[in-house]
């Protein structure tokens, strides 16, 4: 059966926007997607996962997420065809590593979803060959970039400074101190132009996401973001091992600890979860720093969207002359405009009661959302090229830079949480 690929009605930048904020005024409308049970200890616990209660919870957000991404490609002009056959496979998928990720000992390392999804779709991107029709049908561009306009909802201004401005001050010096320092190494280790802003990113503002976002800001490519979130990955899990143990060793206070933890471990799970092995207040005062490092997420790829248009000249364009304003709109991330007018609606325009009730259901949401692009990725990804044509200097300029992270981010913590 073929099919004519028609005109899109939208770009896939505001197609995004668009089902970002169906998802979101539909939760808050009053729609409450349920969300499969996942968690689990031992096998005889992992039976419950299949009980007729748990499963009905999974089609309903399988028939959910079917319909949004269907609807995405008739508007972008995609052949449906290709969706409608390769999204059931693609969430099959993403549910074991959901299951896989909610595994009590997982939970404890703060080993996410994400993970999962990018090794499962690794695992069968390389050990099959996927159909034509099946590659025409991940889009993981589209489906972080709507996770992105999601995460927008939590990123509420008044309970950060409610919670404390010093989060906020740790946050802009850490990340700019960091970002350059990490971007002058690259340049220095002559790591690629794409890489650079990636890894920059992804060490001084929020790991996965910022890289995420960064890729997005670029039209990156997906294997390079595969290959910087591998990187923050694992660095991210002995990090949130070992820093507690350190902290304690050079007798640091619980609010000195949790901002630095919180300004140098990469995820936001690893954070919790190294937090609360220090204590109550470090697990606050370090999800404090990291959600201050989050808000500024979208002014990054603001700024690295025009950054990348005035160094990058479209094909045949004369290099002395710089892009215009209508280039740069061109070029201009607009997930960036979802995850901001997404963060004004919950912080200044709806009650604090319609947000704490939509915001447990959109985080869900958000969730499946980014496990299901990392699927893609790991789908679209061939681990042997990934090896291959990578040199290890992004490894080794990671490393440096998240070692210039954790120094950087020890001495400002101790002089403002002290």
Known sequence: MSEITKKPLFTEDWTVVILGFIIILLVVGGLALPNPKTDWTNSAEIASFFEAGNLKNLVLQFIFAYVVVVFGALLTGKKVISYLKAFPIMFLLTAVAQLLAGNATMKLYGIEAVIFSLLIGLLVGNLTKLPSWFKE???????????????????????????????????????????????????????????????????SICGVSAAIATSG?????????????????????????????????????????????????????????????????ALKISTIVKFSQNVLLGVAALAISVYWTYTNHPAGADPAKKPSLGIIWERFPKFVIGFVAASLLFSFVLNPQTVAAAKGTIKNIQGLWFALAFTSIGLETNFKDLIKNNSPKPFYAFLIAQLFNIIVTLVVASLLFK
């Open 217 to 281: 800001a670029i039209q990156g490519d997906a294997k390079k973001l595969s290959y910087v979130v591998s990187m923050v990955l694992i660095c991210a899990i002995p990090m949130m091992i070992f820093m507690p143990y350190i902290a304690h060793a050079l007798g640091l206070s619980q609010q000195v600890t949790g901002a630095w933890l919180g300004g140098s471990i990469d995820t936001t799970g690893a954070v919790v979860a190294s937090g609360s092995l220090v204590g109550e207040e």
């Open 137 to 203: 049908a991940l889009s993981a561009e589209l489906l972080v970039k709507i996770g992105l306009v999601l995460l927008g909802t939590s990123v509420i201004f008044g309970d950060i400074l409610k919670a404390g401005g010093l989060g906020l001050i740790q946050a802009l010096v850490v990340v700019l101190s960091v970002w350059y320092f990490a971007f002058w190494l690259c340049k220095k280790l002559k790591v690629d132009d794409e890489l650079r802003l990636m890894i920059a990113s992804a060490v």
